[in-house]
């Protein structure tokens, strides 16, 4: 199928410095949380039992669920996206601090760079560097970077900008001002030694895939047209598994309070509608914060049955007791 040019850029409509149109600000509410929940299974304790964050915080809010946040942002970036063959890559994720329920997301979205890349076949195509900031009334929430693989009109763009890899990992004493003030003496606690590695026996399949986009306005139109994806299949957003990821970890680690960094995101392989999904979880590093521990963690995603395998490295950065 070709899209008409104002469908979505193509790579050459994209320049350095150039900001991308934002697409519609968004309220958080209490059923925000509830269909993400209904979507993913995430059991993040302090969104799904208003009297826990508000003993734990000590505040009399009620708490956004911390993906959910992220996947709003990365909808709110896809403008730039529309006709994306694929999102490579998140890197230097920062949550700068928890968000909560009725306070406003806009998103800020810059082209930090861009390079050409080899043609497959007759389709040339190119990689655009996206620094995105996403803010509420109260100030900026999350900080990150993605690229995504764009299709090009044609070759000899001229652009080889040198784009980044996913990041390396950030010491977990630099992102100690991300942790809230908040006691985490009363949620569970879990034993896990450093490299152990953990396989969530729940395996889950994915639905909802089109829905899950919609809701957080992701306009990458191949995951909502099944006539884009390879072989007439439409492509899962990355996201999507990412958030069953995390939604694992919550029952792997239930006494997860917050997300404070991804030191990357990867997406290695595609997902479809239906697929069953399995995923492990590496302790990698910890330290002491607060009445809790900063815990660096490696995720692996993979299909069970007849998909891809291995399709998913996330790399995340979370406040547990």
């Known amino acids: 199928m070709v899209l008409p040019h104002e469908f979505g850029p193509m790579f050459e409509d994209f320049s350095v410095g150039g900001q991308i149109s934002p697409l519609p600000s968004v309220t958080l509410t209490e059923g925000d ?5 209904a979507v ?4 993040h304790l302090q969104t799904a ?18 993906g959910l946040v992220m996947h709003f942002s990365i909808g709110q970036t896809t403008n730039a996206t529309r ?3 694929a ?15 009725g306070e406003t997301l806009f998103t800020t979205t810059t082209v930090l760079g861009l ?5 497959k076949g007759d389709q040339h195509r190119g990689k655009v560097w996206l620094g995105i900031t996403t803010s509420s009334e109260h100030g900026p929430v999350v900080e990150y970077e993605r690229c995504a693989l764009i299709p090009a009109r044609a070759g000899g763009t001229g652009h080889a900008d040198d784009i980044p890899g996913p990041s390396d990992p950030t010491p977990l004493s630099e ?10 003496s009363t949620l569970p606690f879990s034993d896990w030694l450093i490299n152990e590695e953990r396989t969530d026996p729940l395996r889950d399949h994915i639905d909802l895939a089109a829905p899950f986009a919609r809701s957080t306005f992701n306009q990458a139109a ?20 990412q958030a069953l990821a995390q939604a694992s970890l919550t029952r792997i680690l239930p006494g997860l309070a917050h997300i404070v960094s991804w030191d990357g995101c990867d997406h290695i392989g595609p997902a479809y509608e239906g697929d069953l999904l399995e995923f492990s979880h590496r302790l990698v590093e910890e330290l002491p914060v607060g009445t809790g521990r900063l815990l660096r963690l490696e995720v692996n995603g993979s299909t069970v049955e007849g998909g891809s395998g291995h399709i998913l490295r996330w790399t995340p950065v979370v406040w547990a007791p």
């Open 33 to 37: 949380n509830t269909w993400f929940r």
């Open 40 to 43: 993913t299974g995430d059991q």
């Open 49 to 66: 039992d208003r009297m826990i964050h508000q003993q734990v915080s000590g505040s009399s809010g009620a708490l956004a669920n911390p």
């Open 83 to 85: 006709r994306a063959i």
């Open 87 to 101: 999102n490579l890559y998140y890197r230097s994720v920062r949550i700068l601090r928890p968000v909560h329920i």
């Open 115 to 119: 390079r050409e890349s080899a043609p």
């Open 175 to 184: 992102l100690t001002g991300a942790v809230p003030d908040w006691n985490l």
């Open 222 to 241: 191949v995951h909502r047209d099944h006539t884009l994806g390879a072989g007439g299949r439409r492509l899962v957003y990355g996201g999507h598994v």
